[in-house]
């Protein structure tokens, strides 16, 4: 399985960004896939998961109302649109996805997803 992420920039406190994640190398019908976030000096976060054939989605409390994760099936893609981004959404962004189909109380934690992609930098300026 491999992923790979794209889509980070600079972008204003306010502003809006998308960010992308590629997947190949698998079937991932049955699959979770989700953003994490690393901020420097801090801990990798939950961001956002999706389950594949359902299109279930989970959020962090943080980006609650603000992003939204997103797959095209076509594209073997997974899609996170961040709005009203503020400085401490500054971070790197990875994608991840799991062996199986995640159960949803295990959405957030990392040690759900086995494959990580390379991670893509998101800047918000004040």
């Known amino acids: 399985v491999q992923l790979q992420a794209s889509g980070g920039g600079l972008v204003q406190a306010g502003g809006s960004l998308r960010v992308s994640c590629v997947a190949s190398g698998r079937d991932f019908s049955s699959r979770g896939l989700a953003w994490f976030r690393q901020a420097p000096g801090k801990e990798r976060e939950f961001v956002a998961a999706i389950r594949w054939n359902s299109g279930s989605t989970r959020y962090a409390d943080s980006v609650k109302g603000r992003f939204t994760i997103s797959r095209d099936n076509a594209k073997s893609t997974i899609y996170l649109q961040m709005n009203s981004l503020i400085p401490d959404d500054t971070a790197v962004y990875y994608c991840?996805?799991?062996?199986?189909?995640?159960?949803?109380?295990?959405?957030?934690?990392?040690?759900?997803?086995?494959?990580w992609g390379q991670g893509t930098l998101v800047t918000v300026s004040s």
């Open positions: 991840a996805a799991s062996s199986g189909f995640p159960i949803v109380s295990t959405m957030g934690l990392p040690q759900t997803y086995d494959y």
